[in-house]
Every structure is written in C-alpha cells, then in structure tokens.
C-alpha cells in the first residue's frame, strides 16, 4: 500500500510562485510514474505533470509548460512540483498520484493512477 501526502499549497498573487511537496510511504515507487492533477470547482479533474524516473522523462500539460516542473528527491520518497508565473487559471485542488502499473513513459488519465493523495489547495489572486 502507498500512501501520498500533499503540502505548500496555500493563497499567493498572480505571478507568483509557489512549490509543492507529495510525501509518499508504503511500497517503493521507484520504477512507476507519479503526477500532478488538479481539479477547480465544476470542472474535472486534468493531468498537470508527471514524471517516470524509470525512463528519464517528464511530461507537461500545454497549460503549464515552461512555467511548472516536476521533480523528485534522490531518495524518492518526495514529489515536488515547482509553479511559477501562477495564473487565475492555475487555481484548483492540486493532487499527487501515484501508478502501480509499469509504463512506457508518462501517462495522463486519471485512470492510470492507483494511488491518491487528499489534495492540497492552490488560491491565485488576481
């Protein structure tokens, strides 16, 4: 069992910066993949980032490209997710997920993941 742990949400300006941290216990998830979603009010839940050490690749949603990055530490216990730039539209419950499946590389539905942090909120004021 895994289990995923969000923090470093909270309200910030537009334009700012913000850095979020996944915590995981339980099993080992070295070789599996590990994103970020978010979910605003009334809309779905959508992919944001997500990494696959096991193949060396990161992938990011046209949205935040150039202004997130997704990273791990070298124990790989911790996911982070470094957003610059925010924007009003950045604004959503943001949630780490974790797959229990191998991967070719990153994928981005919801369903690929099997594991879920309670998610951490992100305000952008304008």
């Known amino acids: 069992q895994v289990q995923l742990v969000e923090s470093g949400g909270g309200l910030v300006q537009a334009g700012g910066s913000l850095r979020l941290s996944c915590a995981a216990s339980?099993?080992?998830?070295?070789?599996?993949?590990r994103a970020w979603f978010r979910q605003a009010p009334g809309q779905e839940r959508e992919f944001v980032a997500g990494?696959?050490?096991?193949?060396?690749?990161?992938y990011y949603a046209d949205s935040v490209k150039g202004r997130f990055t997704i990273s791990r530490d070298n124990a790989d216990k911790t996911m982070y997710l470094q957003m610059n730039s925010l924007k009003p539209e950045d604004m959503a419950v943001y949630y780490c997920?974790?797959?229990?499946?191998?991967?070719?590389?990153?994928?981005?539905?919801?369903?690929?993941?099997?594991?879920w942090g309670q998610g951490t909120q992100v305000t952008v004021s304008s």
């Open positions: 339980g099993r080992t998830l070295s070789n599996y993949a």
């Open positions: 990494i696959n050490w096991r193949v060396r690749s990161t």
């Open positions: 997920a974790a797959a229990a499946r191998l991967w070719a590389g990153v994928p981005t539905s919801l369903g690929a993941y099997d594991y």
